[in-house]
């Protein structure tokens, strides 16, 4: 459980992942909960060879491959590049990298967080990868991954907790296709 926390001034905020190649092969049921979450926009300073060293400055929650992460009731705001990410080690590695760790976030849950000015200056790293800046991004990997979250900016779709699984798994279905094809 990550909780009470003030996390603010780095380049990203709370860091939430699996990563190949370590000892620990196992990232699932981390909470993250009544942490204030602020202008992590410093210039990330870690080593150009170690992983680390992608995460874009204005990071605010990065869930990366981490399986059944809660995120909720947090302050997210100021983070120039996005609030929360949801994402697989797939867009930070080359394509066809095989990974000794599930590479996919599975059972990620984001609701009732309070958001406010996140995404405004995205990094050049961010934009080179053509997503906007905004409250939640996710880069449609795991079908059941879902939000709750009301009044805020999505650079992209996102797959809403109120909907019954079957819904959430079609749509997306069709998000990949059109990711793929168009």
Same mark, same amino acid.
Do not use: I, L, P
């Given at each position: 459980m990550v909780e009470n926390n003030y996390v603010h001034d780095n380049a990203g905020g709370l860091l939430v992942f699996v990563l190949p190649n370590n000892v620990s092969?196992? *990232?699932r049921d981390c909470i993250v909960r009544n942490n204030r979450i602020i202008e992590n926009n410093h210039a990330?300073? *870690?080593n150009p060879n170690a992983i680390v060293s992608n995460v874009p400055p204005g990071s605010g929650v990065l869930v990366m491959a981490a399986d059944n992460t809660e995120v909720t009731g947090n302050e997210i705001r100021g983070n120039q590049s996005y609030g929360v990410l949801v994402c697989g080690l797939d867009i930070a590695f080359p394509k066809g990298t095989a990974f000794d760790v599930g590479p996919t976030p599975e059972n990620t849950f984001v609701h009732d967080n309070r958001y406010a000015d996140n995404g405004k200056s995205p990094s050049e790293k961010y934009k080179e990868g053509g997503i906007p800046g905004a409250d939640l991004v996710w880069d449609l990997s795991g079908w059941s991954n879902r939000w709750s979250e009301t009044n805020v900016t999505r650079a992209t779709p996102v797959l809403n907790?109120?909907?019954p699984t079957f819904a959430r798994r079609a749509e997306w279905r069709i998000l990949k296709f059109m990711e793929k094809y168009l």
């Open positions: 092969k196992v *990232g990330n300073f *870690g907790a109120s909907w």
